[in-house]
């Protein structure tokens, strides 16, 4: 008689091992001495881990004395890392003074932050930077060293000056559009040493088109005669002031960016 054959229980095809579940470890306090801001233009509120003060969250004036108020409140709660968002600038000298104090300082980009559910406020916000910042959950943004940081703000005002100066040139276009003075169809770039000679010029009474072209550089592709026609325009004392502003503020702004160059290149 043939013996019966041990039967062995397979699981169905692509269902769970039932019998091996993982255990999943709750979540561990990384930061058990951080805090959360929430940054405005005229208040912060700083949440601090619960039993540090009679209350966890306080608000803060955002004058100076009242963010060194701020940190010394942080250091008397026994606060080590701060996170805080990078909301426009007003992060900046709160993020700078905590800096100092020796706080740890994270500057997290606003996107990455998920809001709580319901009603949305000031004092929800912080506790909720506060608590992801506990758990570790947070990704500071870069920021470079100090120095760097003084060179960046210098490059980054330079632009500032740069794209103003090209506003005033556009301004001067304009000027000589309304006068219907054809210069920009005679010659590439009025900031250059024919363009600048004749606009001085005409700014300071001149309004003969062939004493101005005289001004022509060899260089130019156009003729000294083609460039007195560009030149006979509608000189309306209106127009000319307004020419006469816009390069004034040129030069000035030309001015600005050669002491931004300068105040770069001492650092």
């Known amino acids: 008689m043939a013996k019966a054959k041990h039967c062995r229980t397979r699981k169905p095809k692509g ?7 993982p255990e999943l ?3 561990k306090q990384i930061n058990l001495n951080a805090a959360g801001l929430d940054i405005g233009d005229d208040e912060i509120y700083a949440a601090v881990p619960e039993g540090r003060d009679t209350v966890s969250v306080k608000v803060f004036p955002t004058f100076t004395a009242d963010l060194y108020r701020l940190a010394d409140w942080l250091q008397a709660c026994g606060v080590t890392t701060v996170a805080m968002e990078s909301t426009g600038v007003y992060w900046i000298p709160i993020y700078e003074i905590l800096e100092e104090r020796g706080f740890e300082v994270y500057l997290v980009n606003a996107r990455h932050l998920k809001n709580v559910t319901g009603k949305k406020t000031d004092i929800l916000d912080c506790q909720w930077i506060q608590q992801l910042h506990t758990y570790g959950l947070l990704r500071a943004s870069f ?13 980054r005002h330079r632009d500032n000056l740069i794209a103003s100066c090209s506003r005033e040139i556009q301004h001067m276009q304009k000027a000589l559009q309304q006068m219907n003075v054809k210069l920009t169809n005679v010659i590439s770039d009025i900031t250059g040493e024919t363009g600048q000679a004749i606009l001085r010029d005409i700014v300071a009474g001149e309004r003969d088109p062939h004493r101005l072209a005289r001004h022509r550089n060899a260089h130019c592709a156009h003729s000294e005669d083609e460039i007195a026609q560009a030149l006979l325009g509608h000189y309306k004392p209106e127009h000319v002031f307004a020419l006469k502003q816009a390069l004034e503020a040129h030069d000035f702004y030309q001015r600005q960016i050669q002491v931004c160059d300068a105040e770069l290149e001492k650092r």
């Not at 269902?15 to 579940?21: E, K, T």
């Not at 920021?143 to 490059?155: N, Q, S, V």
Request: net charge negative; with cysteine.
């Open 15 to 21: 269902q769970p091992d039932l019998q091996h579940i």
């Open 25 to 27: 470890e709750v979540l």
């Open 143 to 155: 920021r470079p060293p100090e120095d760097i940081c003084a060179l960046r703000a210098l490059a």
